[in-house]
């Protein structure tokens, strides 16, 4: 049964059963997170789990009788998962699934390839947001390229968020690296960059592994972009 990325649907869980639903989000280019919550009448003891396009698991939530139980995906750009609703105990009852979305606001996206990469402007940060994405594994590294007018030295700064840890590599015109700097997660890479006039790109990736999807709370990742600025000295 198809869903919508905001809605609330009733059913009905009996012992032996289980209730497939397929969500397909709009077609932003950050993509959609997507929030869906579980509960039962009184007795129900919940189970949810979902899955990608591909119907490989992204995660699993499981509760005691009458809880509340919660989870999130990150899904790409017009893409579906799918819910499936489950209880450990087999009681004949009602159940009530809630889902809520909201694009994920990264005007940078698509930016996943150094030919789409995003255009900086020298000394003006700009945003993105670092996550793993349902549907499409590419779209966890951001790329970025700016135009060096004469020889000199450049600072690259990486503010990152969350669980995310910046992996942070400079490449000239012919993507052969140049510079590359780390750091942990939620923290600050920042290094000089030695340029002669040209194109050159930044690639961003972490270097700590992210999910697509989890329980409880959507993570600060997702929440609060991370930011990368590019300085002439």
């Known amino acids: 049964m198809a869903l919508e990325p905001t809605s609330t649907i009733t059913g009905c869980m009996s012992r032996g059963d289980k209730d497939m639903y397929v969500v397909t989000v709009p077609s932003?280019?950050?993509?959609?997170?997507?929030?869906?919550?579980?509960?039962?009448?009184?007795?129900?003891?919940p189970r949810l789990e979902l899955l990608?396009?591909?119907r490989n698991r992204i995660e699993y939530e499981s509760g005691s009788k009458g809880a509340e139980i919660m989870s999130w995906a990150h899904v790409a750009a017009g893409t579906s998962i799918y819910v499936r609703v489950d209880q450990i105990h087999g009681v004949d009852e009602g159940y009530t699934l809630t889902l809520s979305s909201g694009p994920v606001a990264e005007p940078g996206e698509p930016?996943?390839?150094w030919e789409t990469a995003t255009p900086l402007t020298l000394g003006t940060p700009t945003q993105g947001i670092m996550s793993a994405v349902a549907n499409n594994k590419d779209q966890i590294v951001?790329?970025?390229r700016f135009e060096a007018t004469e020889s000199g030295t450049v600072e690259v700064t990486a503010d990152m968020t969350g669980e995310a840890a910046p992996k942070v590599e400079v490449l000239n015109g012919d993507r052969k690296r140049v510079?590359?700097?780390s750091a942990g997660r939620g923290a600050r890479a920042r290094f000089d960059v030695p340029v002669e006039p040209g194109t050159y790109y930044i690639r961003v990736s972490t270097g700590h592994a992210l999910k697509p999807a989890g329980g409880e709370q959507v993570p600060p990742h997702l929440v609060k972009p991370?930011?990368?600025?590019?300085?002439?000295?």
């Open 28 to 45: 932003d280019a950050g993509g959609t997170v997507v929030e869906v919550r579980l509960r039962g009448q009184n007795e129900m003891a």
């Open 52 to 54: 990608d396009g591909d």
């Open 111 to 113: 930016n996943d390839t």
């Open 142 to 144: 951001d790329w970025y």
């Open 179 to 181: 510079k590359y700097n």
């Open 226 to 233: 991370y930011s990368i600025t590019v300085t002439p000295q």
